[in-house]
């Protein structure tokens, strides 16, 4: 603790990401990347953009980029915001709708750095407490707030909420805005994004680092009426002119128009994450639905905490929370079937040792 | 105006960079843009990092980076902090280090990013006026404070402040933090890297955007003692774990590594800038002295608001401030020879037109 710190630094509590060792190498099925490497158009891209130009500023509005996005979902151009990765988006979402003085709400089981983004910006929150099968209590989220964050297909948990639902907190919290992160949404849910011509407070977040193989190039995207995207522009240009360097903007445009690529990516992961919850099954474990790139895992008899450890001895790295109410499960992403195929050998021995 | 805002997004009034006008070809003076290319081994670097590791989220920390830059300083990896351009540097500094209930100072005539930075976070802040040379009025922050910001070579003003002054302030304010803004500190200015081994309330901030021809890739840094730096990744890592993409970062090491080629381009723009300077007084214009890569001149009977007009009619795009104090100024930033002989050449005939 520094005398140089302001409040708000000495109190935070920063969120901790997933673990990128360099000790040696892993198969890394702990922050949910993609085992695809990026359309062969984006690495192209990003060679011919290798040159002179980058002395120069990038578009602060990343135009060409918004208008590929706004044309890809049948969007208008003023629809679309882009930033830094979707962290970057939400955070500036929260500074840019929620007020210090009201209340949010979003689950108690859901991505870590939501109760992070309310303590740097002083906002309260209250926490929606999952039902026991890790559905979404959407009754909660109808009382009053001043906002509301739920992501779909929930994560860890990799659950989805269905439209309807979904369309009821949208109608309840009219003068709300309600924030869908849909970081995982390409892998088998439906997007909420057809709502958006209907519902003004509706606000949609999507990225390219999951189903578009590009965590290493950072962007993120926020879908929603103009008002909403307004706010966003006017937050943003408040923080950072230009969030999105010209590499990434050139990348991502290739990243979106691929779509063939795109779908045979994820149609790949999809196959790969059913085939691996029939093992797992097999194996002796509970598996919650998955709509995600990632599933979230118990055994009837091995602990989670241990069960985390020795596949980290065994070279395989997933994800353990120390959490009340999920500290017996993993989170574990979908990797190639090579990559699955090696956690299932080290899962199996694991299993077998701890029954002896 | 929109119900959906947040109070603070209803009365912040963002920050407005200079125009990127895509209607046709200008000599673009406007923003401070190196007119020399990155070094051939950054762009090499980035044609290289075009591949399969990009569907892999980047390093957080961006420890080859931090390294590489605190060898080249000569300082500890732990003095270092990286952000996605001085700008975002510079907002996750005012969250870190100020607090709302206290009052910071900075420059009357300055950034003009800095008030707003302030606004979005609800910081106080008093303006220390410049004197009538557009000299830094040293004593104004020898008063209470919650800490203080200063540019040097002051931005849009070039000119610059000596050490001895800087020590003052630092040792009266040895509670509270003093951001030294050092993006134009290599076209002549000292930096006060060396004050950081005494002064733990010192940080630094500089720029790849200027000197080393990125500002295409969004790349800024902090320096000072372990505690600032502490206190600054608490804030990032509170808003956006990975603000670094794997290309900017890899392009960063490659254009802190290539000494020679950054000296070279520093050293041509210094030529070109007292050239101009020379050129410009011949045509009865005032020159602030510079120490940066731009210039903050004014004419003895041309208004600056017409020549920025007739300027930009004539393919040439500067900055006028229409502000206070300085709206009979322009600010112009140093191209290459060709770019500010043109420059010469149509403010010869607006002089000249003018004169009739």
Chains 1, 2 share one sequence.
Not at 86 to 109: G, K, M, R, Y
């Amino acid at each position: 603790m520094s005398k140089y710190w302001s409040e708000i630094t000495k109190s935070i509590e920063p969120y901790v990401c997933g673990e990128q060792p360099k000790d040696k190498k892993y198969v890394k099925l702990n922050t949910n990347e993609n085992p695809y490497p990026p359309s062969p158009k984006v690495l192209e891209a990003i060679r011919n953009a290798a040159n002179a130009d980058l002395r120069l500023y990038p578009d602060p509005n990343c135009d060409e980029l918004s208008e590929t996005i706004a044309k890809y979902y049948n969007l208008d151009r003023n629809q679309v915001f882009i930033g830094n990765g979707s962290d970057e988006v939400l955070a500036l979402s929260f500074l840019a709708f929620f007020n210090t003085n009201e209340t949010i709400i979003f689950p108690d089981i859901s991505y870590s750095f939501y109760p992070v983004y309310a303590d740097l910006y002083n906002i309260n929150y209250r926490l929606a407490k999952l039902e026991e099968d890790y559905s979404i209590p959407v009754g909660d989220f109808m009382t009053e707030n001043g906002g509301i964050v739920i992501p779909n297909p929930n994560a860890p948990t990799a659950k989805c909420l269905d439209i309807a639902s979904i369309k009821k907190i949208l109608d309840y919290n009219s003068n709300k805005v309600v924030i869908i992160d849909e970081a995982y949404i390409d892998f088998g849910g439906t997007s909420v994004l057809s709502l958006i011509k209907d519902y003004s407070n509706l606000l949609v977040i999507q990225t390219l680092s999951k189903s578009r193989s590009l965590a290493g190039i950072r962007l993120g995207f926020a879908l929603g009426q103009e008002e909403l995207i307004d706010g966003l522009n006017r937050i943003k240009n408040s923080f950072n002119s230009y969030t999105i360097d010209r590499v990434a903007a050139i990348a991502a445009v290739e990243a979106i128009k691929d779509e063939e690529y795109f779908k045979e990516c994820v149609s790949k992961i999809i196959n790969t994450r059913e085939k691996v919850i029939e093992k797992l099954m097999v194996l002796g474990f509970n598996v919650v639905p998955s709509k995600a790139n990632f599933i979230f895992v118990s055994h009837s008899t091995c602990s989670a905490k241990e069960l985390f450890t020795k596949l980290r001895e065994k070279g395989v790295l997933v994800r353990f929370f120390n959490k009340d109410r999920i500290n017996n499960y993993l989170r574990i992403s979908i990797g190639s079937d090579e990559e699955m195929d090696f956690f299932i050998e080290k899962v199996k021995e694991i299993v077998d040792e701890l029954k002896d």
